[in-house]
């Protein structure tokens, strides 16, 4: 049994150097080379053989077998195995609920028509009265007046809003401190806004904050709303914007003329 796992091994070995010796001769080297000293792998193979022949565990043709996977080729398979299980973990990330810009704006136009039209109209007292000091390239106080009560009735309006969407038991929004004392605040902003009345500018600065301060509530505060309200927000919220600094610059740049003489 010996000797013929002896052989066995020998005769692959014979063919493995037969087989290097004709891959040499086709690359037709410039200089000869010098023979190489038997491999080491190749000595390991005739000993595995010879251990597994003397303890007659193992049939020479299961070692032979087993020995055609070489340590490289193992390897190999490990690392590609790796790889693909690798591969296989990785999943798309889920949208993040704050990218704007990505997502809520694909649905802009989703929104309901009646929250189009009523939210384009509510605009009207926003463009008005900046357009026509443009126009008529004169400050009217009594204009900026009537621009800002209406900011603040908005400001006001978006404030509850949050409260009225956490208080149905069906709502993802749960009325805690969190969701009902941040709807407080551009309620509180609209007020201080009106003691200011006065002087435009700072009452014109302060109710901009509050719009952007509730516009980041909006966006952020989690459930959060629906993406084509939390896009119509955006949108809204921009034309105001412009239309206040419109208002502040009509305060800087033109006369002051009174509308209504008194």
Not at 1 to 11: D, E, Q, Y
Not at 87 to 103: I, S, V
Not at 188 to 199: E, I, Q
Request: with cysteine; net charge positive; proline share 9%.
């Amino acid at each position: 049994m010996v000797l013929l796992c002896f052989g066995a091994g020998l005769a692959g070995v014979t063919s493995k150097s037969n087989t290097a010796a004709k891959q040499n001769s086709q690359k037709q080297l410039p200089h000869p080379t010098e023979p190489q000293p038997p491999n080491n792998s190749n000595m390991l193979f005739i000993v595995t053989l010879l251990v597994a022949g003397a303890t007659s565990k193992t049939s020479c043709s299961a070692v032979i077998t087993s020995s055609r996977l070489s340590p490289s080729n193992m390897n190999q398979y490990f690392h590609t195995s790796a790889a693909r299980l690798k591969k296989r973990q990785q999943t798309e990330p889920p949208p993040r609920e704050l990218d704007l810009l990505r997502y809520d704006m694909k649905d802009f136009w989703k929104s309901p028509k009646p929250a189009l039209w009523l939210g384009f109209a509510g605009l009207i007292p926003f463009v008005a009265p900046p357009l026509f000091m443009g126009v008529t390239e004169s400050y009217l106080p009594e204009f900026a007046s009537i621009q800002l009560a209406y900011s603040v009735s908005i400001v006001s309006f978006l404030g509850g809003a949050r409260w009225g969407y956490a208080l149905p038991e069906s709502s993802p929004a749960k009325p805690d401190w969190i969701n009902l004392s941040n709807s407080v605040v551009p309620s509180l902003l609209a007020w201080v806004t009106m003691l200011m009345a006065d002087s435009i500018v700072p009452a014109v600065t302060m109710v901009i904050m509050a719009l952007g301060i509730s516009l980041h509530y909006d966006l952020s505060l989690l459930p959060t709303y629906p993406n084509w309200f939390k896009a119509l927000r955006a949108v809204l919220t921009i034309v105001a914007f412009f239309s206040l600094v419109g208002t502040l610059v009509a305060h800087g740049m033109y006369p002051e003329k009174k509308m209504f003489s008194e």
